[in-house]
């Protein structure tokens, strides 16, 4: 087996809904190997993003311990987690989450400008990562210009732009058709497999689900297995 | 800076809505340019005024003259430096409306009293010289075209002579000009020696006394000392400073500068209004993209720099504006006005000010957003896009 990347120990998520306290999700344990491409599925409000939350040290758990890579993440302070994530995890939504004002190029630097990369630097890497998702003769334009699937591409040189070891995606299909959908999830098949990224994705889609070496099914706050073919 | 051009295209997401904001922002630094170069002008008059010189008049009124025997014992009160006197004349040249100020004095008393008059010391002496010499200011002068050398006749409205005439004729000596770019010199002077003698009554009194105080003395302590002397004799006086007549004087145009201040201030506390407005606005519709800044890394404080930058970078774009603009109205009026109102001017200090008021203003329009923005939970932000 090849090394842990991220281990969640024991997680429990409790969200304070009025008076009710809801929990998403329930002791649950999870290893992810450094190198692997996860799918999650299940039905809607089972808890899948408030599980990509926590990988991504948006969120803190109620209880257990998150580690990725050497961090412990429910341990550390806000602005710590900030600073982690600008180098360690890449996010893709659903609805791409570009900011409208900036060219793609422009947007591809905004995670590089945490850095201490010089300006023409940061427009050098910002210009490689497009180039890896294709779009290298759109950088000058603006997201309003693009279609949803060149918006998606944006995001995801946005997310590897500092090259983080996780990739976290949220749906990042699901306001796609099918072909569209079906170029994304080649384009982060060759960030896993050609760059060595490790992709935990949510889906909805079992065809998307496909791309992926395993798919794990998440419903009432915990997850069961079951492999890829 | 790397964050500029991202708060800049920030500030001009929505462009009408920026461009308003600026007018109103460039309109009220415009307003402050030209309110704080006007309230300059007002109060340099103040500064201008010469705190060493003392006035000294009946207590009873300006028109009660004074005895001419009170000269020396001014004169020897402790701290005075030296005395001149003036009288009011009242006539007017060849036609009634040509009124305008005529003091019989003393000609070198009253030109060291007054060092800001400015004439040859030849036509001074010539003055002295004559006495039937008078001298006169350039603005007259130029207003009736006199010139040395000329005859002219005043008619007395007061004044009649001994012999029952009411023509005092003069030969002018002199023109007179000024360097208090405030003072005017709209007035005419000759000799008291020959008003004295020639004139049918009021003998032995002067109008007022005009003072100088040796430059260690206390104004405000020669003037009671003097009125003190004169306390329960016939003639009481009354001594002011010139700078406290300017300060009475000013204290009028400081009601000018209190309603300038409200006015000022209601502008200021709209246009709070409007950047703040704008800037909640503006955060307000891009929550889910703050919260993507945040996701990829910026810290609380950074979105927190990041807003209130976009706030103080729309006063300083629209006031610095406003400020260049006023500026150069104010070089204008300078040089229109100049004569009339002297001493308009748009000091460092008021740029400074300026400049500081519009970091302030940014700040407090952009705070409340700016913690908004700083608070904002990415979890919530993004669930609600
Ligand atoms: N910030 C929150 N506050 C309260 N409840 C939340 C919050 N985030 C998620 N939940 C609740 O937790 C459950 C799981 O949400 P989520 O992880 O978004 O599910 P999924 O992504 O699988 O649809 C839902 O019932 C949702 O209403
Ligand atoms: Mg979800």
Redesign the interface.
Known sequence: MSETLATLTGVSKTYQKGKEKVEVLHNLDLQIPAGDFIAIMGPSGSGKTTLLNLLGGLDKPSSGTVRVGDAELSSMSNSQLSHWRSTNVGFIFQFYNLLPVLTAQKNVELPLLLTDFSGKERAKRASIALEIVGLGDRAKHYPRELSGGQEQRVAIARAVVSDPALLLCDEPTGDLDRETADEILKLLQILNREHGKTIVMVTHDAQAAEYANRILHCDKGTLEAREAV | M??F??IW??V??KKIRTSLTLLSVFVAFLLFALLSALGYAFKSGEDVADAERLVIIDKVSLINPLPMAYKNRIAATEGVHSVAHASWFGGYYQDPRNQFAQFPTDPYEYFSMYPELEMPEEQLENWAKNRQGAVLGRELAEQFGIKVGDRIPIQATIWTKADGGRTWEFDIEGIFGTNDPRGSTAFFLFHYDYFEEARAFGKGTVGWYILRVTPDADPVQVANAIDLQFANSPNETETSTEAAFAQSFAKQFGNIALIVTMILGAVFFTLLLVSGNTMSQSVRERI??L???????????AVLGIVLAEAVLIMLMGGLLGLGIGWLLVQGAAQQLGAFLPGIFLSGEAILTAVGIMIGAGIVAGIFPALKAMRLS??DA??R?
């Open positions: 790397k964050y051009g991202l295209k920030n001009w997401r889910s993209e919260a993507v800044l945040k996701t990829v890394g910026f810290t609380d404080r990415i979890i993004l669930a896009a």
